[in-house]
């Protein structure tokens, strides 16, 4: 079966319920886990689940630092004569282009999503004028972080139905598969206008100042990428990429303390085991920092241990309203997942566990009636 094969049989099967679509979402995540298209399935289907859930509640947070950060459509290079991949749907453009860079393909996926910009950007520009910020979220938690965290209070966001980030983060990835750093950064950048809270798009534009030895910019910009860090897989990989820059100046100690670090939050992850053996290898077996010295090379060499707190009560919150003000216990679910995956805490495992199964008795009711 082809990418596009699976991503029409995927559409056809939504019914345009709510409740019945994310449940089939999810399955369809499942269905695919283990396949070549698991990652595919896993965007698409995360993207179309933020348009399914409820609005957000409303919520006072306390005043933070506001990021000025207008979007701006970079000059373009040509697509190239020679491929004939068009979509009517930017969507569609942007699985088939992560596909192909997936598979390494980095020219092919350049050229296809290069075209889905063009084109997109000729139908959908973007609204331009005083206080207006354009952007493109792929979950309801970047949403928020943008708007509690960070926006200006006075700035009317608009947010786009077009996935502009994902598709500058796919074109700037394949320039950067290609070694073309300095055009690739330029993509990056636009990405992370378009979603200044995804430390996916922000850790890849890190990657453009490290392949050209850049490393006090590295690390600068991977310390903003873990104030925004939401999901345990984000934040252990903001401390990868700490560890590799502790890395490059020999620092031995601090760059183990942070693969350490990292599996806390991301046990599974292959690409920090495995820099932590190439690390091991070459240095002898170091034993793990434990706490009291993380804590201090923490404080000498000035990052953070653990999630930002702010992000952890923002969850909380919303948390709470759909406990309590609004009663969702699939919303609440999915705030107190991000909290329990931040913080591991068993209270909140509990918490999770009692709205799951308020979650499936809501859905077996409502499948009898």
Known sequence: ????????????????????DISYLQAQKEKFRDTEFETQVERMADRLIFDLLPEDASVEMPDAPVEKNPVKFPALEAAGPDEDEDFDDAEDAVNYADYHYLQGNYEK???????????????FPAKTGNGIVNVSFNFPMEELIYRHLIAAKDREILRSEVPWSEMYLIYGSALAGLKQYDAART????????????????????ETFRAQGRMAKYRDVVLQAMQRA???????HCYRCLARYYL???????????????????????????????????????????????????????????PDKRVVGLAMT???HFLHEEPNPEMANYFLGIVYDLTGSEEIGKMMAEQGERAKAAKDFDAKG
């Not at 049989?9 to 709510?18: N, V």
Request: glycine share 6%.
């Open 109 to 123: 996926a350049r050229i296809i999503i290069l075209k889905a910009i063009q084109k997109t950007a000729k139908e």
């Open 187 to 206: 993509a990056l950048k636009t990405a992370v206008q378009w979603n200044p809270v995804n430390p996916k798009i922000i850790l890849e534009y890190a």
């Open 318 to 320: 919303y948390a709470d």
């Open 248 to 306: 490059s100046l020999s620092q031995i100690r601090e760059a183990v303390g942070c693969c350490e670090l990292s599996l806390q939050y991301d046990e599974n992850s292959r690409e920090t085991k495995d820099l932590l053996a190439e690390i091991q290898e070459k240095n002898g077996k170091i034993p793990a920092p434990d706490f009291d010295e993380m804590k201090e090379l923490a404080q000498k060499s000035g990052f953070p241990l653990g």
């Open 230 to 236: 939401w999901t345990g897989e984000d934040l252990g």
């Open 1 to 20: 079966m082809e990418w596009n094969e699976v991503m029409q049989s995927i559409q056809a099967g939504l019914t345009g319920d709510r409740k019945k």
